[in-house]
């Protein structure tokens, strides 16, 4: 391999596949422009030859032909912008051996939370925030990583101590957005409108403060909603709830072009496709409210929550063998599931199997203690 340096600081390394007998052979070259192009297409059409280990060659190979840290952390933020990730990941890598910042191991933490190598992440977001405790973007990437490991109260503690240092308006969204998991919702409230009085044209402020509105008011969520999609018209989860929001107040005309300009500008949205399945079974129109929720299934493979909208939506249609099998279909994505297990409940306590229906309000009742509906219909059952 040549030593040389690169001509203009746009040329990297090649990742050539060449078909062999045996499947395809790897080689690298230097010189060659578009290199992360080429690296890209084998990818796609090869995944089986782009392999981890493969990944670290070839950063490594860039390494030894930039040999300065800032040449390498150039090499680092251009993989990134690329989506490169795990390249990217690598060469980060390679950078923190060379030096330990803040700064760099907060990039190292982000796109290892990318790659999912949470572990790792978690690690460089404390080490930068050990290293510098008035880094405020340490705290606010720890408070993600703790939110996306499920431990709230460490999240929050977190937010609070960026918004100590540096209080700024994703911040308090952020922060908000964890005290709405935690029920706390007028906390979440002042926290949305902290974020709005430093900037007032902050859509995800709104759209956050129409979220805390949903269930209780939805009136006043539909006001937030409109100046969500005023300040964004393109985003597609602003146009879903807000379709909700107008579904829950009869306001069905509204709520169906919304929760379809959510699906044109998202066709992966799986809520809006829940959502709209709800409506237009509502309006009987039933082969495109199955369809609908048919694609949710296919787009969330992996929750039960669509796959218990489907059982329902055949429970009330008199389809009790394809009711069954989606509700159990359900429970094999996740036991846990209060709602797909008090939803079966039901359908077995109306088809008059008692005994199993106990079986699974039960078990609602104990993965969600508070919803007191889950004892009136144990009670119901006892007395019938």
Not at 97 to 111: A, E, I
Request: include cysteine; hydrophobic fraction near 40%; charged fraction near 30%.
């Amino acid at each position: 391999m040549s030593d040389q340096g690169f001509d203009d600081g746009e040329d990297l390394l090649l990742l050539v596949a060449r078909e062999s007998g045996d499947g395809f052979e790897l080689t690298f070259e230097l010189g060659l422009r578009a290199a992360l192009g080429s690296l890209r297409a084998v990818t796609a059409t090869s995944p089986e030859v782009f392999d981890e280990e493969t990944r670290t060659r070839f950063v490594q190979l860039m390494v030894t032909n930039h040999k300065t840290t800032d040449e390498l952390i150039e090499i680092a933020e251009r993989l990134e912008d690329q989506g490169a990730n795990a390249e990217a990941l690598a060469a980060w890598k390679n950078v923190l051996y060379r030096k330990r910042d803040p700064v760099s191991l907060c990039h190292f933490g982000l796109l290892a939370m990318d790659v999912g190598k949470l572990k790792e992440a978690g690690a460089a977001f404390l080490e930068a925030a050990d290293l510098d405790p008035h880094f405020s973007l340490a705290h606010d990437y720890l408070g993600i990583w703790y939110e996306s490991q499920g431990k709230l109260d460490q999240s929050l503690s977190h937010f609070d101590a960026s918004l100590r240092i540096n209080p700024s308006a994703a911040t308090y969204i952020l922060r908000g957005a964890v005290q709405l998991q935690l029920c706390r919702v007028a906390d979440a409230r002042e926290s949305f409108d902290a974020a709005l009085k430093l900037d007032p044209r902050n859509d995800e402020a709104y759209y956050n403060l129409a979220i805390s509105y949903t269930h209780e008011d939805p009136a006043t969520a539909v006001v937030l909603f409109r100046k969500a999609v005023e300040l964004d018209p393109e985003d597609a989860g602003t146009h879903g709830e807000m379709g909700w929001a107008l579904r829950r107040l009869n306001e069905n005309a509204e709520a169906e072009y919304h929760l379809r300009r959510a699906i044109e500008l998202d066709e992966s949205d799986v809520w809006a496709h829940i959502y709209l399945g709800n409506l237009l079974w509502l309006k009987h129109d039933l082969s495109s409210s199955e369809a609908l929720f048919k694609k949710a299934i296919d787009l969330w493979p992996d929750s039960s929550v669509p796959c218990w909208c489907l059982a329902m939506f055949y429970e009330y249609n008199d389809r009790r063998e394809e009711a069954e099998r989606f509700y159990q279909q359900a429970l094999a994505i996740d036991p846990n599931d209060p709602e797909a297990n008090k939803r079966f409940g039901i359908y077995l306590k109306d088809v008059g199997e008692k005994a199993k229906a106990r079986t699974y309000l039960e078990r609602a009742l104990s993965l969600s203690p508070d919803d007191q509906s889950i004892n009136r219909i144990l009670v119901d059952l006892v007395e019938e």
